[in-house]
């Protein structure tokens, strides 16, 4: 099983906003994160959206069939997990994540994760805002040097 923390990020102000992954091996080992930044964000929760499709789209890529997904934020669980915000203006993408689940992964659970425990997938959706070119970038095997220090924090046993 392999655990994939995500995030979006959206500052209203400039209307950038960016996505971050990190997938994690059974163990909590770093496998491979990745980062780019969006365009025509409405807002922030589209922005977390878009996080989970980009995300679940390359650990599909990469193999991984049983996985746990997690984001800070409780009403992306809420749309991918039930039909209630399906008639909401994230409805249609919400319903475009869960057939991607469905239809590509073995097992999927959607879990909603403090804000603190998701550290890198947040700096790594900052970075992508942050982006000046379009395209993502992905980390393989390689922890980010921006996200070492976080990384290495929030191994399972590590020491606050």
């Known amino acids: 099983m392999y655990k994939i923390n ?29 980062c780019s930044n969006l365009i025509r964000v409405a807002g922030p929760l589209q922005a977390e959206a878009l996080a989970a499709l980009h995300s679940l789209e390359r650990v599909y890529q990469l193999g991984m069939a049983r996985i746990i997904l997690e984001t800070d934020t ?11 915000l399906d008639m909401s203006v994230d409805g249609g ?20 994760c403090p804000r603190g425990c998701n550290k890198v997938a947040d700096r790594l959706a900052t970075h992508g805002a942050s982006m000046v070119g379009s395209g993502s970038t992905v980390f393989m095997s390689q922890v980010p040097s921006f996200v070492t220090s976080l990384v290495s924090g929030d191994l399972p046993g590590a020491g606050i």
């Open 93 to 112: 993408l919400f319903i475009q994540i869960r057939e991607i689940i469905n239809n590509y992964f073995d097992h999927c659970e959607i879990r909603h």
């Open 74 to 84: 409780t009403d992306l669980v809420k749309g991918l997990t039930s039909e209630d």
């Open 6 to 34: 995500i995030d979006g990020s959206f500052n209203k102000d400039t209307g950038k906003a960016g996505w971050g992954f990190l997938a994690r091996d059974s163990r909590g080992q770093f496998l491979e994160g990745g």
